[in-house]
């Protein structure tokens, strides 16, 4: 079987990639970039015109994937879901995604400056939080919106802490665990936050 070859855009965004995560966004440059894709400045200005335009290609190409599978288990779920569903619909899409290819990339992300996750947020993910507050606030009525925000804000904080340890993750768990893997993680990470969705506002 003849392998189909790679456009010259996906090479952009497959080096970018690459790069981004093993030296950072600002170490980075778009030379550096085409030298790793094997294309000429001008292919990464006619795709993607700028520096910015091209990071955030490389994490729509990941997360926007993420996101409409979230919504479409979210409307699964049903007209009144339970918070263990609704917890299931936000963290399994991305808990299952083959990101062994970008943990770096993640791992850079995650600990990029509050301006760089702000811009992140705004673009990827203001949707998505503000429909799983409207069913979380449906499911809960005795939070306030601005407390189910910081307990979903917590749920995100818990679910980067594995993504970004999960090739180490079996070292840090204890000898008499039962072992590590995306399941047992995800039905972990649910049981956490449902309890902490579920406990009473002001506590």
Do not use: C
């Amino acid at each position: 079987m003849i392998a189909r070859p790679v456009d010259t855009k996906t090479k952009i965004l497959d080096a970018a990639e690459k790069l981004f995560g093993q030296n950072g966004f600002d170490a980075t440059s778009l030379r550096d970039i085409t030298a790793e894709a094997d294309v000429n400045l001008a292919a990464v200005n006619y795709h993607f015109q700028t520096k910015d335009s091209l990071i955030d290609a490389v994490i729509a190409r990941r997360v926007e994937p993420v996101n409409r599978k979230r919504l479409e288990m979210l409307e699964l779920a049903g007209p009144n879901p339970q918070v263990e569903q609704i917890l299931i619909a936000f963290l399994s899409p991305i808990m299952h995604a083959d990101f062994s290819a970008v943990f770096p990339l993640m791992a850079r992300i995650l600990a990029s400056p509050d301006v760089f996750v702000v811009r992140l947020f705004k673009r990827h993910l203001t949707v998505i939080v503000e429909r799983f507050t409207d069913a979380l606030s449906q499911a809960l009525p005795g939070l306030s919106r601005p407390e189910i925000a910081w307990r979903l804000h917590f749920t995100a904080g818990a679910m980067s802490h594995v993504l970004a340890r999960a090739l180490s993750m079996p070292e840090l768990m204890p000898p008499s665990s039962a072992g590590f893997d995306t399941e047992t993680a995800l039905a972990q990470l649910v049981t956490f936050a449902a309890a902490g969705f579920r406990a009473p506002e002001g506590i």
